[in-house]
Structures are given as structure tokens and as C-alpha cells.
């Protein structure tokens, strides 16, 4: 029986390149004849975040590249309401958004219990996303579950993710976040980026698939949302297509690679040279409805080998990309018109894999189930290790200033005119 007439699969996207310095820069002309009318109409367009790198309102003490902290970040703990106008002016349709656990959840005498300011808050952004009040923009909130905010008090219990144990008070976390949003959140990621999580020293365990049989089995038929997790990976290349080891070297890669998380999900097996060298039993029994591919270091034309790949080789899922991003070296620079070509570029590619606007049956070099398109990121934001020493925003974020003042740069500004091409400017921040 094939997968795909088990589960209904979506596969979401995400990319996180590094800076390229040699992007054709596309002309004025370019840009205004390339817009959102050239995808489907039910193409998703939106921007990304997560809860660490934005919110603030929290006492960190690690020290990172440029010994800053995330305490404040971008304070969108306080000001997430008039950034979720800037989101509404600019024009998306979705926002990728993660809950912390902290936040939400305390442990009192081991026990877990609701933190009534966070459920405010979390109840006032996703309310704010989907408020079409006086004519405002309806967004999609696409809602991370854990994006490696750990509690701290499971840290010290367990030794975080190490112990298998955690999964019970994981389920309990996602059990509160399915209670509380679900009726609104029709957008669900279990887990952010196992891969990278496992190559920091941690196990990611049966998170995933627990949190997603709790969904189906709980919530699905009366919430009719989808849950799934997100994947990293590259892609690769044979040094010599005409050499067989350079061939099996990139099969070997993949497998490792992507093959891990994203076989188990279409098939319920591992690849071959994985099962001979990792003896998991948590990896064996991870399967689930949803997946979310992330990858790093492409170029325009390889980001859409991917999407046929995955196409090909797994049974053609749906496909959303959530996270795309182009760093900057803290340039603190508007006129970021790197940026805008890079994204401009990658949708051209995105758009080349899509079928006609009309419909018309695709050919076997299209890929019809690419649905979103989710950029990394809306703000400047608390990058992990690197700080503020980097810049993914296409809102600049003034962190010399306590005021943490934004400002639309020029990727913004095209960002609103291909997503309402019959409007020319973009207003400013209150």
C-alpha cells in the first residue's frame, strides 16, 4: 500500500543559506513585472520567527560571538502588536511563529502549570494574525512547538533531551498548546531542525511522533489541522558525476542527511547504509504526518533540484517553504538590494517548477504541490551563536537604541509591491 494513501503528507521547506556576494541584481523593470499573480492563487506567501530569537522579556546568561544575550532580542513580547500591523501592511498571508515552553509552562512541585500571562500572550498574537476586523489581512499562523528553548527545569531533572523521559513532559506541553490554540492554529510543527539538534550533543528522541499521535488520535478530525517536523538539510553534488565513489559519497551524504528523518515518513524504513551504522530505537519508531525540510548553502537553481527530488524520490508530498533567508554582516543597511535579488531569484525558480496559473497538468520537471513560500526572516533577530553580529531582517531592528526602533529595508518594500502589485508604497512604522 503506498504511503501517501496512509497519511496525508505535507512537506515544508525551509532554506538558510549564507550570504552570496554574486547575485544578479535585477532591474526596477524586472522586479515590477514579477509578482504574486504569476503563483496559484492559494500560494502562500508569509515570513518567519521564532520565539528565542524574537521575544525577549527573558534572563539569559550564555555569552555568544559579540557577548550579547537574547534577554531583550526584539522585544516582541511587548511590541508584537504593531509588528503584526507591519506584518498586515506588507501583505502576508502567513507567519511562522514558535511557543516557548518557559513561557507557557511552569513546574511547580514537579508538576506542570499554566502561566497565565503567557496564554495572554500567545492568545493576543495569534488573535492578532487571524483578526479581520475593519478590513484587516487574515494571517496564517504556522506555530512551532520546540525551537530548542528547553525549561531549564528539565534541564537540571533530566539532563534535557538525553533522557527519554522528557517525552511525557513534552506531551504534556503540546496537550496544553493543542487545548488552547488548536481551534486557530491549523499550522503545527513538532520540532525545529533535529538534525542540527542532535549534532549539538542532544537526542530529539520520540518528541515528534508522540506529539503527532497525540494530534491525530485527540485533535485532527475536530480541529482539521496538519502537524509535522522540521528537517535540515543540504544539497550535494558529485566533485565528478562521471565517478562512481563521488556518486556514492552524495548517496551516502543524503542518507545521512536527509534519508535519517525523511524515509521513516515515507516508507517506515531507513536507508540502507544508515540501519548497517546506527542502531537507534527512537529513530526506528519516528513517523508522522508532516514534515519540514530546511537546507543551507544554495544556490538559486539548486534550491529547485530539491524540490524535484523530494517530488521524485518520496512519493511527491505537499511542499511549503518556511524559512529562506539571506544573511548580512551587521551592516545595518536598508538599502539591502542583496537581498531583494535573492529572493526575487529564488521564487523565479520556485515559480519554474509550478504549473501554469491555469491549472494545466505538469510535466515531470514540475512540481504542483509547492504551496508557501515563508521567508527567514520578517526581523532582524538574536541569530544563536552569532548574536546581533548578523542580519536576516527585511525590517531593520535599531539595537543601539533601547527603543529597539524599526524600519522597512528596500527587500521589505519589494516585498509588499510583488505581493500587491497594485500598490506602490510602502508606508512607515508607527
Not at 514540475?366 to 552569532?386: I, T
Request: with cysteine.
Amino acid at each position: 500500500m503506498a504511503f501517501r494513501s496512509l497519511l496525508f503528507l505535507t512537506v515544508i521547506l525551509l532554506i538558510h543559506p549564507a550570504a552570496r556576494s554574486d547575485d544578479d541584481l535585477p532591474s526596477d523593470a524586472e522586479l515590477a513585472a514579477f509578482n504574486r499573480t504569476s503563483f496559484p492563487s492559494d500560494f502562500l506567501f508569509g515570513a518567519s520567527s521564532s520565539a528565542f530569537q524574537y521575544e525577549g522579556a527573558a534572563n539569559v546568561r550564555d555569552k555568544i560571538a559579540d557577548h550579547s544575550n537574547a534577554s531583550k532580542a526584539d522585544e516582541f513580547y511587548k511590541l508584537h502588536q504593531d509588528d503584526v500591523s507591519r506584518i498586515k501592511n506588507i501583505g502576508l498571508d502567513a507567519f511562522r511563529i514558535s511557543i516557548s515552553w518557559s513561557r507557557l509552562i511552569r513546574y511547580k512541585n514537579d508538576t506542570p502549570v499554566l502561566r497565565k500571562r503567557g496564554l495572554e500572550y500567545y492568545n493576543n498574537l495569534i488573535n492578532g494574525l487571524l483578526n479581520t476586523s475593519d478590513g484587516q489581512r487574515r494571517v496564517e499562523p504556522f506555530v512551532t512547538l520546540f525551537h530548542w528553548d528547553t525549561p531549564q527545569f528539565l534541564e537540571e531533572k533530566y539532563g534535557g533531551f538525553l533522557n527519554e523521559s522528557i517525552v511525557n513532559d513534552y506531551v504534556e506541553y503540546v496537550n496544553f498548546c493543542f487545548k488552547n490554540f488548536g481551534d486557530r492554529v491549523k499550522h503545527w510543527i513538532t520540532f525545529n531542525e533535529p538534525h542540527n539538534f542532535v549534532g549539538m550533543g542532544y537526542a530529539t528522541g520520540q518528541l515528534a511522533p508522540a506529539a503527532v499521535k497525540l494530534y491525530r488520535n485527540n485533535y485532527t478530525d475536530s480541529q482539521k489541522g496538519k502537524i509535522g517536523i522540521v528537517l535540515n538539510v543540504d544539497w550535494l553534488i558529485p566533485y565528478d558525476k562521471n565517478n562512481a565513489s563521488d556518486r556514492q559519497a552524495v548517496d551516502r551524504a543524503f542518507a545521512f542527511h536527509y534519508g535519517w528523518f525523511m524515509q521513516p515518513i515515507y516508507n517506515g524504513s531507513y536507508p540502507a547504509i544508515l540501519a548497517l551504522t546506527l542502531q537507534s530505537r527512537e529513530m526506528a519508531q519516528i513517523l508522522v504526518q508532516r514534515v519540514v525540510l530546511a537546507g543551507s548553502m544554495f544556490t538559486h537553481g539548486e534550491f529547485r533540484e530539491l524540490l524535484l527530488f523530494t517530488k521524485n524520490k518520496y512519493n511527491n508530498p505537499e511542499i511549503y517553504i518556511t524559512e529562506n533567508g539571506f544573511s548580512t554582516c551587521n551592516y545595518r543597511d536598508i538599502n539591502d538590494t542583496r537581498r531583494t535579488a535573492y529572493h526575487y531569484h529564488h521564487l523565479k525558480y520556485i515559480k519554474s517548477v509550478l504549473p501554469d496559473v491555469d491549472r494545466v497538468e505538469p510535466a515531470k520537471e514540475k512540481n504542483k504541490n509547492v504551496k508557501g513560500y515563508l521567508l527567514w526572516s520578517l526581523l532582524d533577530d538574536f541569530e544563536w551563536n552569532s548574536g546581533y553580529t548578523v542580519e536576516f531582517g527585511i525590517i531593520h531592528v535599531n539595537y543601539t537604541e533601547d527603543s529597539l526602533d524599526r524600519k522597512y529595508k528596500h527587500s521589505a518594500k519589494w516585498y509588499k509591491d510583488f505581493l500587491n502589485p497594485m500598490l506602490k508604497e510602502i508606508g512607515s512604522p508607527k
